[in-house]
């Protein structure tokens, strides 16, 4: 029994807004049946005990430490900006 149709394909290649041809249709719903019981094998697979992986290599976050560090002047900082009001940097309007 086939896992997908042809008419599953083609309806899904309108949804992504791609045209196929018959015979492109037929070879994608002979892939994707073939995809699909590829699935079902590994459903049949005993994977209790197995703990979850996100990746295949123990990577972690490296990150340095937060560290409290002297800012910049306010005035320097406002010398680069193209315009400024009361201390801070002024930006046009973007909602009326």
Avoid: Y
């Avoid at 045209?19 to 892939?31: D, I, P, R, Y």
Wanted: hydrophobic share 40%; aromatic share 2%.
């Amino acid at each position: 029994m086939a896992r997908i149709t042809k008419d599953e394909v083609k309806h899904v290649a309108n949804l992504a807004r791609l045209s196929v041809t018959e015979e492109e249709a037929e070879m994608f719903t002979k892939q994707l049946d073939a995809i699909i019981s590829f699935a079902e094998q590994l459903n049949e697979l005993d994977t209790d005990g197995i703990e979850a992986t996100t990746h295949v290599l123990d990577v972690r976050n490296v990150l340095r430490e937060d560290e409290v560090k002297q800012s910049l002047p306010r005035e320097e900082v406002l010398k680069n900006a193209p315009d400024e009001q009361d201390g801070q940097v002024k930006v046009p309007s973007i909602l009326e």
